[in-house]
C-alpha cells in the first residue's frame, strides 16, 4: 500500500491555472498507475484524468481535456495535475489515486489521498 499526500490546492480566477502534485511514499512508485479524481459536495466523485505507470499513456474525462494535464515524475514518487484555463464548475476537492495492478485505463483504484481543495471564483 502506497501512501499519498496532495498538495497545491488553493483559491484561482476563472481562467488561471495551478498545479497540484500527489506524493506517494511506502512503495514503489513506479509500479503504481496513478488517477485524479474530484469531489464537489452532495456530488457523487468523478474521475478527472489518469496516467500509466511510466507516464506513456494518459486519460481524462471530457470536461477536462485540453485543459488540464497529468504528468508524474517517478523519481520523485510524485504525479501532478496541472490544472488550466480553470472555471468555477472545476471546483471541488481533488484527490489523487493509486494502484499497482490493472490495466492502464482501470478506475478502479485501491490507495487514496486525503484530497486537496480547489476553488475557481467567477
Known amino acids: 500500500q502506497v501512501h499519498l499526500v496532495e498538495s497545491g490546492g488553493g483559491l484561482v480566477q476563472a481562467g488561471g491555472s495551478l498545479r497540484l502534485s500527489c506524493a506517494a511514499s511506502g512503495g514503489i512508485f513506479s509500479f503504481y498507475r496513478v488517477g485524479w479524481f474530484r469531489q464537489d459536495p452532495g456530488k457523487e466523485r468523478e474521475f478527472v484524468a489518469a496516467?500509466?505507470?511510466?507516464?506513456?499513456?494518459?486519460y481524462y474525462t471530457d470536461s477536462v481535456k485540453g485543459r488540464f494535464i497529468i504528468s508524474r515524475d517517478n523519481a520523485k514518487s510524485t504525479a501532478y495535475l496541472e490544472v488550466n484555463s480553470a472555471k468555477p464548475e472545476d471546483t471541488a476537492v481533488y484527490f489523487c489515486?493509486?494502484?499497482?495492478?490493472?490495466?492502464?485505463?482501470?478506475?478502479?483504484?485501491?490507495?487514496w489521498g486525503q484530497g486537496t481543495q480547489v476553488t475557481v471564483s467567477s
Open positions: 496516467i500509466s505507470r511510466d507516464g506513456g499513456n494518459t
Open positions: 489515486a493509486a494502484d499497482p495492478i490493472g490495466f492502464d485505463s482501470s478506475l478502479e483504484f485501491s490507495d
